[in-house]
């Protein structure tokens, strides 16, 4: 059990959440293992990674023409796969790098190399962030490009606590998915956040219970979900500094779900 103190992860619902997890969780991720079509140059799973987490960021692109690309060398018009190209890039590069504020800045100049200027990649935004919806309505207001840096200096000093912290399956996943949500909300990059949060989930997963931990779908369960994945996300509040994470627990058992709802 997890018995630090710590300065931006919330331990309040751990209690709750371990009793609600289900109880073959352990049993369930024991079974992951990567895909027959995976071969030494081509992972399956990581293609699956990145076409459903940029899917959740509304790119079109399809996983079965995704695979026919990466695997095969099908050609597609370059813009249809180069925001995908680089997320895959990024989930191979997180497998063979530990997780820590370095490479989560490196992480994010190699997924955003499409999305934003050179100048913007791997560092904090300057301005204001605000998540809206497709009718220009502000549901969310992120952290203030002032407070960025010292919130995120916060969440990485409970990060590297975490993962040097003995901990049980059900543990892991809560702090994964809290990782994930933490990030999400303070949203240092000027784009690319959704991504990098979702990728850190699993990134933290792997640190705590190994490489089984790449082969989970998490992102194809978010996407076949969204729209609860989003209300889950907004239900906590709509300003950073106000954020009621004692609601977090509807979008923290989502992680669990994907090894049972795939």
Not at 135 to 159: L, N, Q
Request: net charge negative.
């Amino acid at each position: 059990m997890v018995r630090m103190k710590l300065q931006i992860f919330p331990t309040n619902l751990l209690q709750q959440y371990v009793q609600l997890v289900p109880k073959d969780l352990q049993k369930a991720f024991d079974q992951l293992s990567e895909a027959e079509l995976s071969t030494d140059n081509f992972s399956f799973y990581t293609s699956v990674a990145s076409v459903f987490s940029s899917k959740i960021e509304g790119e079109s692109i399809d996983l079965d023409s995704y695979i026919k690309h990466k695997k095969f060398s099908v050609e597609f018009q370059p813009d249809y796969t180069k925001k995908t190209d680089d997320l895959y890039n990024t989930y191979i590069f997180a497998q063979h790098n530990p997780l820590n504020s370095d490479s989560v800045s490196e992480v994010h100049k190699l997924l955003s190399k499409h999305l934003v200027t050179e100048s913007q990649q791997g560092k904090y935004r300057s301005q204001n962030r605000y998540v809206t919806t497709d009718d220009g309505r502000i549901e969310y207001v992120a952290a203030s490009p002032f407070e960025v840096k010292e919130e995120m200096e916060k969440f990485y000093a409970d990060m590297m606590h975490l993962i040097q912290e003995p901990m049980n399956i059900k543990e892991a996943f809560f702090f994964a998915a809290m990782a994930h949500l933490i990030f999400a909300k303070i949203h240092p990059w000027i784009d690319g956040n959704g991504r990098t949060a979702r990728l850190i989930e699993k990134w933290f997963l792997s640190e705590q219970l190994g490489k089984k931990a790449w082969y989970l779908q998490s992102e194809k369960n978010y996407y076949r979900h969204h729209q609860l994945y989003y209300k889950n996300l907004r239900s906590l509040g709509l300003e950073n500094d106000q954020l009621d994470y004692s609601k977090a627990l509807p979008f923290l058992l989502m992680l669990p779900e994907s090894l049972f709802k795939i």
